[in-house]
């Protein structure tokens, strides 16, 4: 199966280059871009629009924490079903024989959605399901394509130290995620491989922080499995 990964298309999804010959597309979240999920809303659902016509057989989305629309229930599962889209939220399906868990959370940051502190995210974790071919969750792991500036201005791994722990332990063949965008000067995007435990990550988000206006800079990963 070949898929396709994207990320973190913060409304700018028009813009993608869709390659051919693609099974599955995989999406780990931030399609829309507003706090508010009023405003949210209407930004998922223009998503959607395009997205249902993506000519992909298989369409995945996992939300991240600025689909405020999709935490608080004005864009429900239903509305991604009737499109033929597989929204998961902490779950898992079965892709033509592949095995994909995706979940939304991540370690607080601001008053976004979907966020857990990070002293008690581990609980989430502790529920993953081993057996997974793929493990798609919105932000990364600790250490593995996740560097970027704090608010101090300072650079810093800011990927989830739990999450790390229990995908080194189910080892999942892909690890999907997105949150982290590449900086003016830090890539992140693109795959990390770690031969000692079968694993190849991706972090496919596509804009680059504070150069939203740049719209697309990445068009995401392709792998094979």
Same mark, same amino acid.
């Given at each position: 199966m070949?898929?396709?990964?994207?990320?973190?298309?913060? $409304?700018?999804? *028009?813009? $993608? *280059?869709?390659?051919?010959?693609?099974?599955?597309?995989?999406?780990?979240?931030?399609?829309? *871009?507003?706090?508010?999920?009023?405003e949210n809303e209407w930004e998922v659902r223009a998503f959607l629009d395009w997205y249902e016509k993506v000519d992909i057989p298989n369409k995945i989305y996992i939300p991240g924490n600025h689909d405020t629309s999709i935490e608080k229930g004005l864009v429900k599962a239903g509305d991604f079903i009737s499109r033929g889209i597989h929204l998961l939220m902490h779950d898992w399906i079965n892709v033509n024989g592949v095995k994909i868990f995706g979940s939304p959370y991540t370690p607080t940051y601001g008053q976004w959605s979907f966020m857990k502190s990070r002293e008690t995210i581990n609980r989430v974790w502790e529920t993953l399901p081993g057996g997974m071919d793929i493990i798609g969750v919105h932000g990364p792991c600790r250490g593995i394509l996740d560097l970027s500036y704090n608010r101090a201005n300072e650079l810093e791994f800011c990927g989830d130290n739990a999450l790390r722990k229990h995908i080194l332990r189910l080892k999942p063949k892909y690890f999907l995620s997105g949150h982290i965008h590449n900086c003016e000067d830090i890539i992140n995007t693109g795959f990390r491989h770690m031969p000692e435990y079968g694993i190849t990550f991706s972090n496919a988000a596509g804009v680059t922080d504070r150069k939203f206006n740049l719209g697309i800079t990445y068009h995401g990963n392709i792998f094979e499995i």
């Open positions: 070949k898929i396709w990964h994207i990320s973190d298309t913060h $409304l700018f999804h *028009n813009q $993608l *280059n869709i390659p051919e010959g693609i099974d599955l597309v995989i999406h780990t979240g931030d399609c829309s *871009n507003h706090m508010s999920p009023y």
